[in-house]
């Protein structure tokens, strides 16, 4: 049968009749509308109702229509395989999708549902138990009063204890109206500052500056298809820019007229990009056409009845373009052109005037491809006019309020329409010129128009065709916006201008409004929103003295100004990322961590942006930022019920969050001056709770932890004497607590101190070993940014279970024994690329995790560290690269038996044990934690795949082929022990996931 036949018939007496089924993944996927992924399904498809299996379902994406692969193939697994292809039992899918799609609702979080009656039902139900002396509400009350209130059919008892437990993060088991509102009144509150955020834009300040050496102003400012600026002043003189505003090249249009009289000066001038010309309007009431490559006079259109104050040019079609121009007394003139290549050449071959050939309007208009029109639509001078291809209209704008903009057709299309033809016609007969040069501006028909009646008339207007937007600003300061299909009321009015607006450009790709003010002041409006995201005053941007010229590049990105000198302000751009890259944040992560209460991840920026995302799908919860005004955040870590989030910062202050909705509970600050904090840690000491810190200072600070402490500021504890007159005396950079009482700190430079943290003496100290080979190298890293305690008892050569790995120089990791004196017992080299370790982690089964500073994971099994130095070093049993920069965080998740990783590169990443890629959070694609079929693997993420240290290397990849090896295959021994000998001191490249024969082999 052929491929694309689409009804086969059978030779038995019935029919059958399929459709067209290329493969047994589509037969599923081809029955109806598919919802994406739905949260309700476990491996096999049956509904979860208990909280266990609720945290791991599959999450749900709105924005695509389509089930993922993986979940296809899950689903196909549940279904009994056919004898034959065919459409499948069709009730059975679609009780399926039924499932799906009352699966999906459950996604939405509580609050999120809840309407005004709600909230209303929700607040009686709280006073009633207020009023019977409980004051506050339990969670199984809670739980009662949110299903009788609510009446929500798909919500489960989990997702009502999930918000009951993101309120009480403290952890008391009650919690009061007060607090149920506070909670819904910060998330959205910092879902309104996310959304904000995602749309944060902003110039570089102050300009880029170009000082002009005349007072003359310029006209009017210009952008080619390549960048280059393109300005001509008042006096003819033409400039090229760069886009940086480097000058390229100067030259004046003008010659000087007769003394008797004063030299030409420019009105404005336009770009016919089509055709290589610029176009300059005269003071002369003429229309100069210039070489746009080499500034040589072309043409001029002369005679005109009135000075042009604004041009502007439209290509309307093949070989087609209208030129249109307002003037002094209120009209649009249109100049309509076919075949304009062949024209043009015509008009070049006149006689010249003033070396520049010359045509009177009178006698363009007789030309067969011309057709002129002159609509009389203001009673004032025409401020600004353009041409619309496509409404295939004119917009013109004066400072008449009673006319302030007009949207026109460019022909009559009604009475007018026979008018001109008669026109047209006597001028063909060859009569005399006064038809054509009494002829008065005609009138449209208020069919053939729209008229804006604006207070104040318009000075500049802009209008966009994929927002139907239109956009107005003038005298009164304020910016309307416009359906420009209705002129009865303005769909928005922008304000916050001081003075006169000047310039409006609407950026049609950002969805933004450019507008500056004759005061100088430069502000970006969302389109959306209708709200002001940036401004720039003088001061900040440089400018000062008359703007007499703005212009908006799209593509450069760029605003540039004229008024004393030549100004660019530019956009601050983010990194544009290659399309297949997936980031989790648009910039550097510091650091990661995981809850177990919520299973959620949390990870923060330099920013100081604050992610909340779910682990069982890698879908983003929740996001609050200006944590640390804006400062970077350092390091992180939660509390012992995993309900608050402690972060660091730059700045030099802890702060504590319930980071379900981005309240900050406590601020944790020294008096004086703070340094920044570099790691923070959650500790408890006798049953009381501390937080504690180390950072520049050089000090360790010590805060308690006590929740229903009213002062929003908290003090730190008095200092250990120990640390006062002994402690460090570098910048500690890292703390780590061994329960009981045992906690360790690290500094820059490399000197490790143990502590009893019940006294606060200090046990014993050390300074972390320079390798041999690095013994005399000046300038070394000694540094130690990771430590990790192990109790092991299978740890041999030990006095006790108690040993302390640091992070050491050049990749290497030293093993220390903590009760004996600080006895330095071994180390071994953990990065093969020498570089610093910069995170250590271990499983419960004390399976070392370590990563580097370009991004590669290694994995060893601590029994084999119980060594002499004479033994060998043990080895890694796995290693894989994860990131393609510094690893900032790294955390194994025991109990689903995967690895946590963020780095410098923007990405939070999750990882099987074994180092199999599960997905990026953030993805476009979700996961499910326990479906192996979900995840990325065997793919790795795409910027690692292309990265150089992550090519394999093999001696024949490093070998020049040419075409006789090709030709001539055959190699003697000799030559391959050439080659072998030339690759030998290279420095090997590990790919990108090892197998254990590569790791015996190496």
């Known amino acids: 049968m052929p491929l694309g036949k689409k009804v086969r018939s059978s030779s038995a007496s019935g029919r059958l009749e399929t459709l067209h089924v290329p493969s047994i993944l589509s037969e599923l996927g081809s029955t109806g509308e598919r919802t994406r992924q739905t949260s309700g399904l476990g491996c096999l498809g049956e509904k979860v109702t208990d909280d266990s299996s609720a945290s791991r379902r599959v999450g749900v994406s709105e924005d695509r229509k389509e089930q993922p692969e993986w979940l296809v193939r899950e689903l196909l697994k549940q279904n009994r395989r056919r004898h034959s292809v065919t459409l499948g039992d069709k009730a059975q899918i679609m009780r399926q999708q039924h499932q799906h799609s009352i699966d999906s609702t459950h996604s939405l979080k509580i609050d999120e549902k809840i309407s005004l009656d709600n909230l209303q039902k929700l607040k009686l139900a709280f006073e009633e138990f207020e009023t019977g002396g409980l004051g506050s509400i339990d969670a199984k009350n809670f739980g009662h009063i949110v299903t009788k209130c609510l009446g929500f059919p798909f919500t489960s008892n989990a997702q009502i204890q999930g918000l009951f437990k993101k309120i009480d993060y403290s952890g008391q088991g009650r919690i009061s109206w007060g607090e149920f509102c506070t909670n819904m009144l910060q998330e959205y509150k910092e879902k309104e500052e996310a959304a904000r955020r995602s749309k944060q834009v902003a110039f570089t300040l102050p300009a880029t500056m170009k000082a002009l050496c005349h007072g003359i102003p310029i006209i009017n400012i210009c952008s080619t298809h390549d960048g280059t600026i393109i300005t001509v002043r008042e006096d003819g003189a033409v400039c090229y820019w760069s886009p940086e505003l480097k000058l390229q090249r100067t030259k004046h ?90 024209t043009l050449r015509l008009w070049n071959k006149l006689p010249k005037i003033e070396n520049m050939p010359n045509i009177a309007i009178d006698n363009a208009v007789l030309f067969p491809s011309v057709t002129f029109v002159r609509w009389k639509v203001h009673q004032d001078w025409v401020t600004q006019a353009k041409y619309l291809p496509s409404f295939q209209a004119v917009i013109s704008s004066s400072n008449e309020e009673a006319s302030s903009l007009v949207i026109g057709c460019v022909l009559p299309l009604t009475d007018a329409e026979q008018q001109l033809s008669e026109i047209r016609e006597a001028c063909y007969e060859g009569k005399t010129k006064k038809v ?52 009865g009321k303005p769909t928005g009015i922008l304000k916050g201008h001081s003075a006169p607006i000047i310039y409006l450009c609407i950026s049609s790709e950002d969805s933004q409004i450019f507008s500056v003010s004759i005061d100088s002041t430069v502000k970006i409006w969302d389109i959306q929103d209708q709200c002001c995201l940036f401004t720039a005053d003088p001061k900040a941007t440089g400018i000062h003295g008359d703007i007499s010229a703005c212009s908006y590049s799209p593509a450069m990105k760029s605003l540039y100004t004229a008024a004393d000198c030549m100004a660019v302000l530019s956009l601050k751009i983010r990194p544009q990322l290659c399309s297949r890259l997936n980031v989790s944040h648009n910039e550097p992560i510091i650091c990661c961590g995981y809850s177990e209460e919520f299973r959620q991840v949390v990870s923060c920026t330099e920013g100081s942006v604050v992610k909340v995302w779910d682990f069982d799908t890698g879908r983003q919860v929740f996001e609050f930022g200006g944590t640390h005004d804006l400062s970077a955040i350092t390091c992180m870590t939660f509390d012992p019920k995993g309900r608050r989030l402690i972060t660091g910062g730059r700045e030099g202050c802890l702060k504590i969050w319930n980071f379900n909705n981005g309240q900050c509970l406590k601020t944790l600050k020294k008096d004086g001056e703070c340094h920044e904090v570099c790691d923070c840690i959650f500790l408890k000491v006798h049953g009381n709770s501390y937080v504690m810190s180390v950072g520049q200072d050089r000090k360790i600070d010590i805060y308690s932890d006590i929740p229903e402490d009213p002062h929003h500021i908290q003090r730190p504890r008095p200092s250990w004497q120990d640390d006062l007159k002994n402690g460090h005396k570098g910048d500690i950079l890292c703390v780590t607590h061994c329960p009981p009482s045992l906690l360790a700190t690290s500094s820059y430079n490399g000197e490790i101190i143990v502590w009893n943290v019940v006294s606060g003496r200090i046990q014993t100290r050390f300074v972390s070993p320079l390798p041999d080979k690095h013994q005399n190298v000046k300038g070394l890293d000694t540094s130690v940014p990771s430590m990790i305690f192990l109790k092991n008892s299978k740890l041999q050569q030990f006095s006790s279970t108690t040993a302390l790995l640091t992070s050491g120089a050049m990749g290497y990791i030293n093993l220390w024994n903590v009760l004996s004196g600080g006895k330095f017992v071994s180390s071994f080299k953990a990065s093969r690329f020498q570089q610093k370790i910069t995170k250590l982690a271990k499983t419960d089964k004390d399976i070392l995790y370590a990563a580097d500073r370009i991004g590669y994971i290694y994995v060893y099994d601590t029994e084999t560290f119980a060594l002499d130095a004479e033994q060998k070093p043990p080895r890694a049993e796995n290693f894989w690269r994860a990131h393609t920069s510094r690893v900032t965080g790294l955390q194994i998740v025991d109990n689903d038996q995967v690895v946590l990783t963020s780095s410098m590169d923007f990405t939070v990443r999750l990882w099987s044990a074994h180092g199999e890629f599960i997905g990026t959070f953030g993805q476009s694609e979700s996961w499910s934690v326990h479906i192996s079929s979900s995840w990325m693997h065997p793919a790795v993420p795409y910027e690692v795949l292309i990265d150089p240290l992550s090519m394999p290397d093999h001696e024949i990849l490093k070998v020049k082929t040419c075409l006789s090896d090709v030709i001539n295959p055959d190699k003697t021994e000799a030559d391959m022990e050439e080659l072998k000998s030339e690759t030998h001191t290279e420095l090997r490249l590990p790919p990108t996931s090892i197998s254990g024969t590569d790791i015996e082999e190496d």
């Open 436 to 487: 054509q040069l009494s002829w008065t501006p005609q009138l449209r028909a208020s069919c053939d128009q729209t008229v804006f009646t604006i207070y104040k008339g318009v000075k500049t207007f802009d209008l966009c065709q994929k927002h139907s937007l239109l956009v107005t600003g003038g005298m009164d300061r304020l910016i309307r916006m416009w359906n420009p299909h209705f002129s």
């Open 253 to 342: 249009m003008f010659n000087d007229g007769p003394a008797n009289r004063k030299s030409k000066w420019a009105s404005d001038f336009t770009l016919m990009t089509e055709y290589n010309k610029l176009m300059i309007g005269t003071g002369d009431r003429e229309i100069q056409l210039y070489e746009l490559s080499t500034l040589e006079p072309y043409c001029q259109i002369n005679t005109l009845d009135t000075v042009p104050l604004t041009l502007d040019y439209g290509y309307t079609g093949s070989d087609k373009c209208c030129i249109l121009y307002g003037d002094t007394e209120g009209c649009v003139n249109i100049i309509l052109v076919s075949s304009v290549a062949d």
